[in-house]
């Protein structure tokens, strides 16, 4: 399965997982509804969440706080006009 959110990729691994919605909410301490929205791309998943989800679903840290970042990043500036020579800039900025 192709993820194009981080959403889509929590709903894959607690199914892999069968964790029910409300289980995993709990472990998020979240309700049900809010996880289900996250799920479904129509709200965004919180940094808070990461380390939860990387200890539930035994996933690398790392690996998940990336798929994370970047998805934040592409959803909130993937309309503006220069997002890619901004995003570049801010590589150079991070890297010195």
Known sequence: MEYNNIGSYIREQREKFKL???KLAAELDIDT???????????QANLDMIPVLA???KIDFKELQIRFLSDKLVHDYRKEEFVVESFKEAIKKLDK
């Open 55 to 57: 200890k539930v679903f």
């Open 33 to 43: 509804s809010t996880l289900s929205k996250i799920e479904k791309g129509e709200r």
């Open 20 to 22: 029910p919605l409300r």
